[in-house]
């Protein structure tokens, strides 16, 4: 019988490299997957942050704080979906697989940076995704306070110092910066619907300035990130999109001395026309995004 240089025969050998295919394709299904579940449960959140700031009773304030909360609460559980990966991602598998993983990777990161959004009206950092991917979350993350060093994760927590010794998903910067590019789509469908509400064009007007601010931001990373390009260019449409109607709402508020709520009604009409679901989608893709009663996997 033939056997290889170091003295086996060569159907073990041969063996031995089935069962490593078969053990690479079963791990390569179980991270599609995973990946997958992250995705809908992940859009499930942002549509429910959306139905939360598109009801009528309540301010700003009131609603973001409750949109943050029940956020939070369901993000918790794509985190226990992330914590569940980690042990088939060790080591060098990560960068092996890292392409089965980045979609819902990718999917998440949008979802937590628009709850981080209304709940303090900012972008949230790299550290702050890499700790709610940490085995430290154990309840509503709030990143206000927490500030890493440039040494690892030595955290500010509170004004404390603390050494953060946790075991975390890797995250790598590319997904990242994809997945906060993606934010700026779901800003634009905020801003439009905020912007017909009393009081909602300053906040659309902020919101306006913020995705401005991120296009600018994101734009000296584009040589270095593969299709952060084309997300920029949906960027792009975004805030098109938004000073568009910023703009409509202006002249037609120039045009009309009418009590706050004749002129929401009338801006209310004037900005259904800028049709938030259709079109180019914020992954750069000509369809329409789901609905959240598109499937029953999307329902909340």
Known sequence: MASSSDGR???????????ELDEHNDRR???????????????????????????????????????????YKKLRDIQALFKAMRPELEGDRFWRYQSNVSPGLQEYIEAL????YLEQGTLISY??????????TTGPVSFRNVHPSVCGFILSVNSSPVLAAWQY???????????????????????????????????????????????????AFTPHVRDLGKKQRVTSQSLQKIEDAAYAVAVRSSEYDLP????????SRQVAGYGIGAGHDHHGSSRKRARPDDEGAYSD
Do not use: W
């Open 9 to 19: 025969p060569i159907h073990d050998v041969f063996e031995a490299f089935r069962n």
């Open 29 to 71: 299904e179980r991270l599609i997957k995973a990946s997958r579940d992250v995705t809908i449960a992940s859009k499930r959140v942002i549509f429910l942050l959306h139905r939360i700031m598109n009801e009528t009773n309540g301010d700003y304030g009131a609603l973001s704080a409750r949109a943050a909360r029940e956020g």
């Open 113 to 116: 940076s628009f709850t981080h």
């Open 127 to 136: 550290a702050g995704v890499q700790v709610s991917l940490s085995d430290a």
């Open 169 to 219: 998903f890797t995250l790598p910067v590319s997904d990242y910066l994809l997945g906060v590019s993606d934010l700026t789509g779901e800003l634009m469908r905020f801003a439009i619907s905020a912007i017909a509400k009393r009081g909602g064009r300053t906040k659309a007007s902020e919101v306006c300035a913020f995705v401005r601010s991120c296009k600018a931001d994101f734009e």
């Open 260 to 267: 706050p709520e004749l002129l929401d009604d009338i801006v």
